[in-house]
C-alpha cells in the first residue's frame, strides 16, 4: 500500500522559515511527479510547487523566490523550503504524488494528509 507522510509543519513568525517533508513509501517503482498543495479553510486547494522526476520544477506567482521545491529519488522523498514566511501562506500543506507501481505502466494519485502550517504576523 502506497502512503505518502509529510512532516516539518508547524508556527513560524513572518519572515521565518519552515521545511516541509514528503516521504513516499510502499511498493512503488518510483515517484514520477510531486506537487505540494495548500488550502485553507472555505477555500480550493492550490498548487504551490510541483517537481518532476527529472527534476523540472514549476511554482505558483505568490511564492516564487521564496519556496524551493527538492526532491531526492533514492529516498523518494520530496521537500519544500518556504522562506520568508508571510502570514498569507497560513494553511494546511498537503502532499500529492503521481506513482508509478510497475514499472512502465500508468503511474496512480495519492496525496497526504496535510500538516499545518502557521505563520504569525
Known amino acids: 500500500q502506497v502512503q505518502l507522510v509529510e512532516s516539518g509543519g508547524g508556527l513560524v513568525q513572518a519572515g521565518g522559515s519552515l521545511k516541509l517533508s514528503c516521504a513516499v513509501s510502499g511498493k512503488i517503482s518510483r515517484v514520477t511527479a510531486v506537487g505540494w498543495y495548500r488550502q485553507t479553510p472555505g477555500l480550493q486547494r492550490d498548487l504551490v510547487a510541483g517537481i518532476r522526476y527529472t527534476g523540472s520544477t514549476n511554482y505558483a506567482e505568490s511564492v516564487k523566490g521564496r519556496f524551493t521545491i527538492s526532491g531526492d529519488n533514492a529516498k523518494n522523498t520530496v521537500y519544500l523550503q518556504m522562506d520568508s514566511l508571510k502570514p498569507e501562506d497560513t494553511a494546511v500543506y498537503y502532499c500529492?504524488?503521481?506513482?508509478?507501481?510497475?514499472?512502465?505502466?500508468?503511474?496512480?494519485?495519492?496525496w497526504g494528509q496535510g500538516t499545518q502550517v502557521t505563520v504569525s504576523s
Open positions: 500529492n504524488a503521481d506513482v508509478e507501481i510497475v514499472p512502465g505502466i500508468r503511474s496512480y494519485n495519492y
